[in-house]
Nanobody, 122 residues
Framework: QVQLVESGGGLVQPGGSLRLSCTTS????????MGWYRQAPGKERELVAV???????NYADSVKGRFTISRDNAKNTVYLQMNSLKPEDTAVYYC????????????????WGQGTQVTVSS
């Protein structure tokens, strides 16, 4: 059984930084693409950062240049460094392994973790 555990969220002022962690168990991530999603109140979950198995990365336009995704395969952990945070980054952040379908990425596992809340406010 795959488990995804996100941590590192919190309350931060605009312009601040946070580093999120996603620890996985029940799977080996080094062969997998991994992604960070977020879901703001009243909005659909959106994919904001992708790291492929060969470590290439891709970002949603809304976070490009501010967020950095990385992985430590030895620890089965994926990170999201978030800098220059804005109030519109406020959301619950989730991670998941990804599968490719055509030109799109989709979550690989149906069971999501509990997520970690990020609130950007002064």
């Amino acid at each position: 059984q795959v488990q995804l555990v996100e941590s590192g969220g919190g309350l931060v002022q605009p312009g601040g930084s946070l580093r999120l962690s996603c620890t996985t168990s029940g799977t080996i991530i080094y062969m997998l693409a991994m992604g960070w999603y977020r879901q703001a109140p009243g909005k659909e979950r959106e994919l904001v950062a992708v790291i492929a198995s060969e470590d290439s990365t891709n970002y949603a336009d809304s976070v490009k240049g501010r967020f950095t995704i990385s992985r430590d395969n030895a620890k089965n952990t994926v990170y999201l460094q978030m800098n220059s945070l804005k109030p519109e980054d406020t959301a619950v952040y989730y991670c998941n392994a990804l599968r490719r379908a055509g030109s799109s990425w989709h979550p690989r596992y149906g069971d999501w973790g509990q997520g970690t809340q990020v609130t950007v406010s002064s």
